[in-house]
């Protein structure tokens, strides 16, 4: 039940970052987001605690599932990827927020 509170509340705080201005805001969004889903996928994956699937010492009814844990671990590598991606552009456009136009030279009625 913690668990899945837990899984509810990263996904909630993920959810209200992603809907901010801000882009490092969103970079944090996507992180906490991802987190979410990595405990999504290990409860999923492996309902009750098992053993580790070594070969010749366990039994294999018994082993964890490797799967989710490899689903995981992808996870991981992609979401980093794409954090150093978001930050990367919230550098570049640091001044983005900004609610000014900026000047074109073209003129337009009002």
């Known amino acids: 039940m913690i668990l899945a509170l837990t899984i ?3 996904v909630a705080g993920g959810t209200y970052l992603l809907l901010q201005r801000s882009l490092v805001r969103i970079a944090f969004g996507v992180g906490v987001l991802s987190h979410a889903v990595n405990l999504f996928l290990l ?7 098992r053993g580790e699937p070594l070969a010749n010492r ?6 964890a599932d490797p799967l989710p844990q490899a ?35 073209e003129e337009r009625d009002r």
């Not at 409860?43 to 605690?49: F, N, Q």
């Not at 366990?58 to 082993?63: C, I, R, S, V």
């Open 58 to 63: 366990m039994d294999p009814a018994t082993a």
């Open 8 to 10: 509810g509340v990263l």
């Open 71 to 105: 689903f995981v671990l992808t996870a991981i590598v992609i979401t980093l990827a794409v954090t150093v991606i978001l930050l990367a552009l919230a550098v570049v456009g640091r001044n983005d927020d900004t609610m000014r136009m900026p000047e074109s030279g």
């Open 43 to 49: 409860t999923s994956g492996v309902p009750a605690y």
